[in-house]
């Protein structure tokens, strides 16, 4: 059993800052990826940020320059830092990683979601 826990999200004001927290757990083997994918009401949900272990972050072109992801020192953890934040990123928030347990079985998994909410 792995679960993703996400924290961190809320409603900040267009050009403020928020950070999401994503922590893995349960029966984890090695973890080859982590990141977070977003998505709005009736749309596709798209690519925010991710990180292969030992790899460096990859971003969407929206977000260069103004989100930063970094892993924590448990590399169970990755943090997405959300700096000068448009309306445009409203957003449900999805950690995602790609995990291979201790049965060996490697799958994709997803947290519950955390929503952010850019509006004054």
């Known amino acids: 059993q792995v679960q993703l826990v996400e924290s961190g999200g809320g409603l900040v004001q267009p050009g403020g800052s928020l950070r999401l927290s994503c922590v893995a757990s349960?029966?984890?083997?090695?973890?080859?990826?982590m990141g977070w994918y977003r998505q709005v009401l009736g749309k596709q949900r798209e690519l925010v940020a991710t990180?292969?272990?030992?790899?460096?972050?990859n971003y969407a072109d929206s977000v260069k320059g103004r989100f930063t992801l970094s892993s924590g020192n448990a590399k169970n953890t990755v943090y997405l830092t959300m700096n000068s934040l448009k309306p445009e990123d409203t957003a449900v928030y999805y950690c995602?990683?790609?995990?291979?347990?201790?049965?060996?079985?490697?799958?994709?998994?997803w947290g519950q979601g955390t929503q952010v909410t850019v509006s004054s």
């Open positions: 349960g029966s984890i083997y090695r973890i080859y990826s």
């Open positions: 990180i292969t272990s030992g790899g460096s972050p």
């Open positions: 995602n990683a790609d995990i291979v347990t201790m049965a060996y079985t490697n799958s994709r998994y």
